[in-house]
């Protein structure tokens, strides 16, 4: 069993016209998995439409080509030699009497490796801010990119998503709570664990979703609050809240006797 801690900003919208209402979801995602990360040949998403710019491009060109396409950057290279991508926010505040050249500075050189995983290809765009990722060989030949939504549909593919199941959602202290208890908690049960992504941090406390492939949700909700999490999602299953309405409402007939 591969267990890996994936960071994810998914912070692009498919289309330059929709950046402005782009949605930033920052989650630490801790999918639990057998054998899919090296199952998956990512090498046959790598896109070869677009041509890199030369530095020697005019602006001109630049921006026009940004209004035709989705992307939020482009390759750029020197003489066959990739240098890095220029933003499409960037190249719309550039005189368009001036080339790439002039603006050296503001190309940032990012790319992953053909032989890449899927998870560090997700890494990189997270930490890029880019839907478009260029792929360079082992000699940092520039090959193609990958784009973000080929890349999330792979993701979409783990047992976290499509695998039947039931979400829980717990909460405890930051300093307190720890994967391997909640996976011992949840496996104690005869349970098998999908998924975990940490959903929330705020006021030293974290918030844990679970994605839980066997269902037997009121066991285990009992046993994660006998370790001291507070239950925040709700479920049919579990009786607790309804035991201590229960009690509270039997003891509210004893005190008025």
């Given at each position: 069993m591969l267990m890996f801690t994936l960071s994810l900003v998914i912070n692009r919208t498919f289309g330059v016209?929709?950046?402005?209402?782009?949605?930033?979801?920052v989650c630490t995602i801790l999918i639990i998995f057998t054998k899919y990360?090296?199952?998956?040949?990512?090498?046959?998403?790598?896109?070869?439409?677009?041509?890199p710019f030369d530095i020697q491009t005019g602006m001109a060109e630049v921006k026009k080509a940004f209004s035709q396409l989705t992307y939020?950057?482009?390759?750029?290279?020197?003489?066959?030699?990739?240098?890095?991508?220029?933003?499409?926010?960037d190249a719309h505040c550039f005189d368009v009497t001036k080339t790439l050249s002039d603006y050296a500075y503001a190309i940032e050189p990012f790319f992953v490796r053909?032989?890449?995983?899927?998870?560090?290809?997700?890494?990189?765009f997270a930490d890029h801010s880019s839907n478009i990722m260029?792929?360079?060989?082992?000699?940092?030949?520039?090959?193609g990119y990958f784009e973000l939504a080929d890349i999330m549909n792979l993701f979409?593919?783990?047992?976290?998503?499509?695998?039947?199941?039931?979400?829980?959602?717990?909460e405890k202290g930051s300093?307190?709570?720890?994967?391997?208890?909640?996976?011992?908690?949840?496996?104690?049960?005869?349970?098998?664990?999908?998924?975990?992504?940490?959903?929330?941090?705020?006021?030293?406390?974290?918030?844990?979703?679970?994605?839980?492939?066997?269902?037997?949700l009121n066991a285990i909700t009992q046993t994660f609050r006998r370790y001291g999490y507070e239950i925040i999602s709700s479920h049919d299953e579990?009786?607790?809240?309804?035991?201590?309405?229960?009690?509270?409402?039997?003891?509210?007939?004893?005190?008025?006797?």
């Amino acid at each position: 069993m591969l267990m890996f801690t994936l960071s994810l900003v998914i912070n692009r919208t498919f289309g330059v016209a929709k950046i402005q209402r782009q949605i930033t979801t920052v989650c630490t995602i801790l999918i639990i998995f057998t054998k899919y990360l090296k199952a998956v040949d990512t090498q046959i998403y790598i896109i070869r439409d677009i041509d890199p710019f030369d530095i020697q491009t005019g602006m001109a060109e630049v921006k026009k080509a940004f209004s035709q396409l989705t992307y939020s950057h482009i390759p750029v290279t020197r003489e066959g030699v990739f240098l890095g991508c220029v933003s499409e926010t960037d190249a719309h505040c550039f005189d368009v009497t001036k080339t790439l050249s002039d603006y050296a500075y503001a190309i940032e050189p990012f790319f992953v490796r053909a032989d890449a995983n899927w998870f560090e290809i997700l890494e990189a765009f997270a930490d890029h801010s880019s839907n478009i990722m260029p792929v360079l060989n082992e000699n940092n030949v520039y090959l193609g990119y990958f784009e973000l939504a080929d890349i999330m549909n792979l993701f979409n593919n783990t047992p976290f998503l499509n695998e039947n199941g039931a979400i829980i959602v717990v909460e405890k202290g930051s300093r307190d709570y720890s994967f391997s208890e909640i996976c011992q908690i949840v496996e104690s049960n005869n349970a098998k664990i999908l998924g975990i992504f940490i959903s929330e941090i705020a006021d030293d406390k974290t918030q844990a979703t679970i994605k839980i492939g066997d269902i037997g949700l009121n066991a285990i909700t009992q046993t994660f609050r006998r370790y001291g999490y507070e239950i925040i999602s709700s479920h049919d299953e579990d009786k607790w809240t309804d035991n201590l309405k229960e009690r509270s409402e039997y003891l509210d007939k004893y005190l008025n006797i």
